[in-house]
Nanobody, 122 residues
Framework: QVQLVESGGGLVQTGGSLRLSCAASARTGSTYTMAWFRQGPGREREFVAALTWRATRLYYADSAKGRFTISRDGAKNTVYLQMDSLRPEDTAVYYC???????????????WGQGTQVTVSS
Protein backbone atom coordinates (compact mmCIF):
# COMPACT_ATOMS: atom_id res chain seq x y z
CA GLN A 1 0.00 0.00 0.00
CA VAL A 2 1.44 3.34 -1.07
CA GLN A 3 0.87 6.22 1.31
CA LEU A 4 1.21 9.77 0.00
CA VAL A 5 1.73 12.81 2.19
CA GLU A 6 1.57 16.31 0.74
CA SER A 7 3.11 19.41 2.24
CA GLY A 8 4.03 22.93 1.24
CA GLY A 9 0.66 24.59 0.89
CA GLY A 10 -0.13 27.97 2.35
CA LEU A 11 -1.25 31.51 1.74
CA VAL A 12 0.49 33.54 -0.95
CA GLN A 13 -0.21 36.77 -2.80
CA THR A 14 -0.97 36.95 -6.50
CA GLY A 15 2.22 36.48 -8.48
CA GLY A 16 3.91 34.54 -5.71
CA SER A 17 5.32 31.03 -5.66
CA LEU A 18 4.92 27.85 -3.67
CA ARG A 19 6.50 24.41 -3.91
CA LEU A 20 4.39 21.44 -2.98
CA SER A 21 5.94 18.13 -1.99
CA CYS A 22 4.48 14.64 -2.05
CA ALA A 23 6.36 12.03 -0.09
CA ALA A 24 5.55 8.43 -0.95
CA SER A 25 6.01 5.81 1.76
CA ALA A 26 7.13 3.34 -0.85
CA ARG A 27 7.08 2.79 -4.55
CA THR A 28 5.63 -0.49 -5.70
CA GLY A 29 6.27 -1.99 -9.06
CA SER A 30 2.80 -0.95 -10.13
CA THR A 31 3.39 2.78 -9.60
CA TYR A 32 3.79 4.26 -13.06
CA THR A 33 2.38 7.77 -12.94
CA MET A 34 2.48 10.41 -10.25
CA ALA A 35 0.21 13.40 -10.60
CA TRP A 36 -1.14 16.50 -8.97
CA PHE A 37 -4.83 17.32 -8.96
CA ARG A 38 -6.70 20.19 -7.35
CA GLN A 39 -10.19 20.91 -6.16
CA GLY A 40 -11.35 24.47 -5.71
CA PRO A 41 -14.43 25.60 -3.77
CA GLY A 42 -17.58 24.28 -5.43
CA ARG A 43 -15.59 22.70 -8.25
CA GLU A 44 -14.80 19.18 -9.34
CA ARG A 45 -11.34 17.72 -8.88
CA GLU A 46 -9.21 18.61 -11.88
CA PHE A 47 -5.92 17.44 -13.29
CA VAL A 48 -2.90 19.74 -12.95
CA ALA A 49 0.26 17.86 -13.93
CA ALA A 50 1.68 14.34 -14.20
CA LEU A 51 4.92 12.54 -14.79
CA THR A 52 6.03 8.95 -15.03
CA TRP A 53 8.13 7.77 -12.14
CA ARG A 54 11.16 7.64 -14.42
CA ALA A 55 10.28 11.19 -15.57
CA THR A 56 10.30 10.05 -19.19
CA ARG A 57 6.90 11.61 -19.80
CA LEU A 58 5.39 14.80 -18.44
CA TYR A 59 2.07 16.46 -19.09
CA TYR A 60 0.41 19.64 -17.89
CA ALA A 61 -3.10 20.98 -17.91
CA ASP A 62 -3.42 24.14 -19.98
CA SER A 63 -3.94 26.13 -16.78
CA ALA A 64 -0.55 24.96 -15.50
CA LYS A 65 1.59 25.25 -18.62
CA GLY A 66 4.33 27.83 -18.33
CA ARG A 67 3.70 28.44 -14.64
CA PHE A 68 3.93 25.07 -12.88
CA THR A 69 6.71 22.48 -12.99
CA ILE A 70 6.37 18.89 -11.86
CA SER A 71 9.48 16.95 -10.90
CA ARG A 72 10.60 14.07 -8.76
CA ASP A 73 13.48 12.90 -6.61
CA GLY A 74 13.66 9.16 -6.96
CA ALA A 75 16.06 8.73 -4.09
CA LYS A 76 13.60 10.43 -1.75
CA ASN A 77 10.43 8.93 -3.29
CA THR A 78 9.16 12.49 -3.51
CA VAL A 79 7.31 14.38 -6.22
CA TYR A 80 7.24 18.17 -6.35
CA LEU A 81 5.03 20.81 -7.88
CA GLN A 82 6.70 24.19 -8.27
CA MET A 83 4.02 26.81 -8.75
CA ASP A 84 4.99 30.27 -9.97
CA SER A 85 2.97 33.31 -11.00
CA LEU A 86 0.10 32.16 -8.85
CA ARG A 87 -3.36 33.56 -9.42
CA PRO A 88 -6.47 33.69 -7.20
CA GLU A 89 -8.08 31.04 -9.42
CA ASP A 90 -5.32 28.63 -8.38
CA THR A 91 -6.82 28.58 -4.90
CA ALA A 92 -7.70 24.95 -4.15
CA VAL A 93 -6.82 21.88 -2.18
CA TYR A 94 -4.00 20.18 -4.05
CA TYR A 95 -3.76 16.40 -4.04
CA CYS A 96 -0.97 14.06 -4.98
CA UNK A 97 -1.95 10.74 -6.56
CA UNK A 98 -0.41 7.56 -7.96
CA UNK A 99 -1.61 5.32 -10.77
CA UNK A 100 -0.46 2.17 -12.51
CA UNK A 101 -1.06 3.59 -15.98
CA UNK A 102 -0.42 6.82 -17.89
CA UNK A 103 -3.63 8.73 -17.28
CA UNK A 104 -5.01 12.13 -16.31
CA UNK A 105 -8.41 10.88 -15.10
CA UNK A 106 -8.94 10.98 -11.31
CA UNK A 107 -10.87 7.71 -11.25
CA UNK A 108 -7.84 5.87 -12.65
CA UNK A 109 -5.68 6.78 -9.66
CA UNK A 110 -5.32 4.16 -6.95
CA UNK A 111 -3.66 6.15 -4.20
CA TRP A 112 -4.29 9.67 -2.94
CA GLY A 113 -2.78 11.95 -0.35
CA GLN A 114 -4.83 13.91 2.15
CA GLY A 115 -4.40 17.21 0.29
CA THR A 116 -2.76 20.53 1.09
CA GLN A 117 -4.52 23.90 0.93
CA VAL A 118 -3.21 26.60 -1.39
CA THR A 119 -4.77 30.04 -1.08
CA VAL A 120 -3.82 32.88 -3.40
CA SER A 121 -4.94 36.32 -2.28
CA SER A 122 -5.64 39.12 -4.73
Amino acid sequence: QVQLVESGGGLVQTGGSLRLSCAASARTGSTYTMAWFRQGPGREREFVAALTWRATRLYYADSAKGRFTISRDGAKNTVYLQMDSLRPEDTAVYYCAAASIWTFTPNDYDHWGQGTQVTVSS
